[in-house]
């Protein structure tokens, strides 16, 4: 099994910054992608920023330019720097990862238990 656990979430005023954390454990034999995904009270979970094995990022369109994913493979986790916030950005945070464990011949997704953060206005 994988275990995620995720850390950093908070209330900041607009044009704040906060730094999320996710660090994968376990027996984990491989992990594909890392990333995080948000879900605001009443809307549907949403991709928010991607980060692959092969060192390429995605982003969702509301979140370039202000959103910056890093992951440090030697310790299995992912990092969300989140500048320039808005209050449109308040949500609860999931930390997501396609990993292997020793366990299986083939990956799962795995989630975190997520992390709120608000944006004040």
Excluded at 9 to 35: D, K, P, T
Excluded at 36 to 63: C, F, H, I, M
């Amino acid at each position: 099994q994988v275990q995620l656990v995720e850390s950093g979430g908070g209330l900041v005023q607009a044009g704040g910054s906060l730094r999320l954390s996710c660090a994968a454990s376990g027996r984990i034999f491989s992990i594909n992608h890392m990333g995080w995904y948000r879900q605001a009270p009443d809307k549907q979970r949403e991709l928010v920023a991607l980060s692959t094995s092969g060192g390429s990022t995605n982003y969702a369109e509301s979140v370039k330019g202000r959103f910056t994913i890093s992951r440090d493979n030697t310790k299995n986790t992912v990092y969300l720097q989140m500048n320039s916030l808005k209050p449109e950005d308040t949500a609860v945070y999931y930390c997501e990862t396609y990993a292997r464990p020793y366990a299986s011949s083939s990956p799962y997704d795995y989630w975190g238990q997520g992390t709120q953060v608000t944006v004040s206005s």
